[in-house]
């Protein structure tokens, strides 16, 4: 099982930037893939963006491409969501997720953080 701990939400205007965190412990977390995920109010959770445990491959929804970068640093066992031109539309609760394969990780996470609160003002 791997824990998970989000940070860096907060406030941002419109066209603003945040750098989301998400700090894992467990065993063997260098070697799970990882993600994020977020949730609107009264919305279901859909899929941010998720990496491969080298890192080599990302993958990213279509509303956050060009905006959102994952990246991880695993000698320090985080993962980070850099958003750039934050919008309104992404407030929500991030979620942090990880998983044994990409296609777990983008589909059926078995690990979540708690989440972070992210409000975009317009």
């Known amino acids: 099982q791997v824990q998970l701990v989000e940070s860096g939400g907060g406030l941002v205007q419109a066209g603003g930037s945040l750098r989301l965190s998400c700090a894992a412990s467990?065993?063997?977390?260098?070697?799970?893939?990882m993600g994020w995920f977020r949730q609107a109010p009264g919305m279901e959770r859909e899929f941010v963006a998720a990496i491969s445990w080298s890192g080599g491959t990302t993958y990213y929804a279509g509303s956050v491409k060009g905006r959102f970068t994952i990246s991880r640093d695993n000698a320090k066992n985080t993962v980070y969501l850099r958003m750039n031109s934050l919008k309104p539309e992404d407030t929500a609760v991030y979620f942090c997720a990880a998983g044994n394969t990409l296609a777990v990780v983008t589909t059926n996470p078995k690990d979540w953080g708690q989440g972070t609160q992210v409000t975009v003002s317009s």
């Open positions: 467990g065993r063997t977390v260098s070697t799970y893939a």
